[in-house]
Structure formats: C-alpha cells, structure tokens
C-alpha cells in the first residue's frame, strides 16, 4: 500500500481473472476461451486494417460494427453500444443505470463474480438473490422482493458458473412484471445452446443484453463486447463512455469484430464442436463419479462426492490442465471445467481417471 493512494482506492476489492500462464504447453480450461483460433476472415481484416490506417483515430461510436452487430440481429445500429469487451460495457451500465441513490440492484449469490466489484467501485447498493436448491435462478424469487426500493437486476443467462439457462419466456415474466426495473441479460455464453433476449429488445424499454466476441466467436484477446438495447436507454451508456474514453474500439478490434459477424458457416462449426465435445465431456464425467450441473455454456460446472475440488485442481495442474475453482462456500465444492478440444477432452478425462484411482 503507498502512501499516495486515495482513501477511495483503499477500500476497492478487486476482480481476480483466472490465470493466464506463460508457460504454453498446458491444456487450459480455466477461463472459458475458445480453443479455436478465429476465423481465417478475422485475421485477414486485420491485416488490411493495418496498411495506413493506424495512424487515425478510430470511429469514435464504431459505426460499421454498429451497423454489422445491427444487422446480424436484425436491429438498427442505434441500439448497439460496443466496449472494450463486454467487462467495459458491464462497467458503462453499472455507472449509467444502476447507481440510484436509495436503491439497490438485485444479483445472484452464484454468478459473475465482477458485478459485486462494479457495485463496490460505484457505491452501489447490492442484494444477493440466493439459487434455488438445484442451482438454477428462480425469477419469483426476484419478483417477491419490495419492487419500490430495487433499480435493476442483472445475472448472465446461462449463469456463469453453473451453465444452467433460463429460457427466454421465464426472463419476459421479469420484463413484464417490473417495468420499472432495468433488466439486463449477460448473454456472455448465450451462443452454446440458450435462448437469447435479443428479439425481446423492440418490444421492452428496459431491457439490455450484454454480449461478447470473447467466448463463442475465439476473439478473448481482441476485447470486443456489446450491449444492445433501445437507442434511449443505450444513449445513458455512451455518455459515460464519452466521459471516459471516446475511442474504446482500436482500428483493428473494430476491423476484426466485424469480419467474425459476417463468417456465419465458421461461427456455427466451432460452437457445433464445442456443444458436442460438451455432450462427450458430461458423459465421460459422469462415468468418473462427478455430479455435472445441465449446462448451456462452453464450460461445465462439476463436484465429486468423494473428492476435494481444491485437491482436484492441484492434482490437475500437477498433470498440466488448468480448471477454475472458487472459493465462495456455497460452490467451493465445484470445478468449473472450460470446454477444450475433443483431444483435450480426452486427456482431462485420462488424466482425471488416473488422479481418482
Ligand atoms: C467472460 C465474461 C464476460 C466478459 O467478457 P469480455 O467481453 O471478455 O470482457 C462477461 N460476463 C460474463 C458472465 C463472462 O463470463
């Protein structure tokens, strides 16, 4: 601690991101990449992206993104809002719309673990809605609470880390129910097999989806996320990003971005990979004895009667794979598993055969 820190400063309780070795011979699963690079089309946008164009500025509201985003899902380009990966707009919607003063938000116990970091840097009010038994989030559980002193509700859909989804009717219930709260789906892993909110976006004013290039389109390293919404609410997000950074999208993000949401047939191979790996994965885990939570995602969420999963995850590093672990009591008894390759599929299960015998 210096002594030059503001008291503020202080009292901040960072986000911890998974690691992020540089050691490049290990098989990982720990922060919900892709394990396929991104399409061919992305890397050739960037490299003509680069000829004489670096030395502008980019397009301060990355307009074209906004216009591919828009047309992939069929809106206009006003009701797309990028960021520096979608961490950067979760930080834009917790400044713009949910810091009102005598409110709180409502969140998951079990989810992403960033927002109660946004909320603490923010001096927002927070309340943790327990899961369900089963770990699934329950919306009557968030509409039995005294609407008058709640602004917003946010959780990722499907839930991260549980994979479980809800489907798209349940999340209108909330929509139609609380008109006065914003309600905003974090769709990070809405492209493994959930239901998106996307078409509900012209139909409620108080709806946001936030998404990423990070997970189903191989692009973690270029940061490129999204919100999308109704221009007027989103118009809330781009007065806090133009009062922080106007150019959050680098030429070369912007140019890559758009180039992974016009190669449609790449897309739908690699996420048709991952979903099927997936289906192998639960199989295989469940022959080992492990408890797998139904998962929607990229990842699988996983406990065994008869192990630690603080034990497990060392012995795994120990064989050079990498899984998640989170010390929160309620799930300290869970791996979060990142879908892999089939063959690194493979080797995890060789590998967990081996440490549980
Ligand atoms: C990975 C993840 C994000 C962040 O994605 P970036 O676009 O890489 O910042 C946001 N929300 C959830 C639930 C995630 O798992």
Redesign the pocket.
């Given at each position: 601690m210096s002594a030059y820190w503001s008291d503020f400063v202080k009292t901040l309780d960072p986000y911890v991101p998974g690691e992020q070795p540089t050691q490049t011979d290990l098989i990982k699963l720990n922060?919900?990449e892709s394990p396929f690079a991104p399409s061919p089309a992305v890397l050739e946008a960037i490299r003509q992206a680069t000829a004489d164009q670096l030395r502008l500025y980019p397009s301060p509201e990355s307009d074209r993104l906004r216009t591919a985003v828009g047309k992939y899902y069929d809106l206009p380009a006003d009701h797309v809002f990028p960021g520096?990966?979608?961490?950067?707009?979760?930080a834009h919607l917790f400044l713009s719309l949910f810091r009102h003063q005598g409110k709180q938000i409502l969140l998951p116990d079990i989810?992403?673990s960033?927002y109660p970091v946004y909320c603490r840097l923010y001096d927002i009010d927070y309340q943790s809605v327990p899961l369900a038994d089963d770990f699934s989030i329950r919306i009557q559980d968030y509409l039995a609470l005294p609407a008058e002193s709640i602004s917003a509700v946010i959780f990722?859909n499907p839930n991260?880390p549980t994979g479980i989804a809800l489907t798209r009717a349940e999340i209108e219930q909330l929509l139609i129910q609380r008109p006065q709260w914003v309600v905003a789906v974090?769709e990070?892993?809405v492209d493994f097999g959930a239901e998106s909110c996307v078409p509900l976006i012209r139909k409620y004013k108080n709806l946001v989806v936030?998404q990423?290039?990070?997970?189903s389109r191989s692009l973690?390293g270029l940061?490129?996320?999204f919100a999308l919404g109704q221009p007027e609410l989103l118009e809330g997000l781009v007065r806090v990003k133009n009062s922080f950074n106007s150019y959050p999208i680098d030429r070369l993000a912007e140019a890559g971005a758009i180039a992974a949401f016009e190669d449609q047939a790449y897309f739908e191979h690699t996420i048709g990979q991952v979903v099927d790996t997936r289906e192998y994965l639960i199989e295989a885990l469940k022959k080992l004895g492990f408890e797998v939570l139904p998962s929607r995602a990229n990842f699988v969420f996983v406990s065994h009667p008869q192990h630690d999963a603080g034990q497990l995850l060392a012995a795994l590093r120990a064989h050079a794979i990498l899984v998640r672990h989170f010390s929160h009591p309620r799930i300290a008894s869970f791996l979060r598993v990142t879908i892999g390759t089939k063959k690194q599929c493979e080797t995890l299960i060789k590998s967990l055969s081996e440490i549980l015998s």
């Open positions: 922060t919900n520096n990966g979608s961490d950067e707009v979760l989810s992403y960033f990722p991260a974090d990070a892993y936030l990423t290039l990070s997970k973690a940061r490129v996320g």
